[in-house]
């Protein structure tokens, strides 16, 4: 079997990240704030598929959820990020398998893109009081989401991802 | 001084034969005096099941309705004609299109609605969207089938408002919060709770006399102008249907 990025199948993949982000389920959701989709997409891609081809999915993520949504800041920075790092992860160490590792790396993630969409929005928008309370609050809330659903949606990307690219 | 003791006698017995008579009078006169309020609760009391039904009653609501409604319509036309003198805006003539709501980010990063309607029926960048009971955002993009909406609570977005009662300009800034903020110009500011902020009478961006939110706490003291935390009139977390004023 070829790397991840060269299947189309699992690159189509990719087009529910954006299909799922519109659809916003409210059940999935903590106080109103969903999780991140693009870190759970992202997270067992980068893992099987090395920093390059991680950091180049989070670039393509990025630039398509950007799209999609209203205002100047942009995802692209924390997933190409975080793709690179995971992509690290998957190639350096032992392989990840665990859910809490699984569930940790995407709270890990989530954190990071909510602080640099925070730290844009400061620098962009305002640094009102206001604002900064309520993107603490969406940062975590994401967050805690996001890890908390990694578990159960990546260990299954994984498994799957894993059986077509055999190490 | 017999005929004195009969007449006496005689007064007396016509004194009880008549003194019925007199509370009767008494009672007639009660009666005019209170223009006849026993008579006509008498009446209610006793006409009740005879009384007017439901029907009738849902008639005469419909005919109110109906008048309002025709009057609002007369006034809207009166309103747009002195507008077109005065030359302040023609939105308040623009049509309304109605759209589906298929995406909805009412927290989070993005607050925004993603509309089912798009360039193909009108919809321009900028257009007011209309919930049910005001304004809930405006237009950021379009592509042919689809229309993206800021909400007013999501950050960034700045619209400027007019408080009906006192009479003065304020700014409403969202916050990402589902309570937007009102920036008022004045330091001097005459706001309550439960007032109204609606559109400016006199906006060239936005459809005049809009109702847009309702002001919960004032903050008098924040610099450099008094603020205001507003509750929307539409909460754009429950809206399926959305109308969009087109120019």
Redesign the interface.
Known sequence: MTRLHRQPICVASALLVPLLQLLAPNWLSLDGVGPSWAVLWLLPWALVDGPVSGAVAGAALGLVLDGLSIGEISQVPALVLMGWWWGRIGRRGSPIQRSFNIGLLAWIGALVLGLSLWLQLQLMESSAAFLQGWALHTTLSQALVTGLLAPLVGSWQLLIWRRRVPA | MGLSQWSQRDRLRAFRRLWPWLILLAGLGLVRLSKGAGFTDAFALLSRPFWPGSAQSEWIQTAVRLDDQSRLELLEKDNARLRGLLEIDQLSSGSRVQAAV?????????Q?L?LGKGALDGIAKDDAVLGPGGLIGRV??VTPATA?V?LLT???SRIGVWLPRTRQHGLL?G???ARP?LQFLDKDVQVRPGDLVSTSPASTLLPPNLPVAVAQSINLRDVPAPTALVQLTAPP?AIDWVQVQVR
Do not use: E, H, K, N
């Open positions: 298929i995406s909805r980010m009412p927290s989070g990063w993005w925004q993603v950021q993009s993206r800021r999501a950050p960034g800034v916050l990402g919060t903020q977390d």
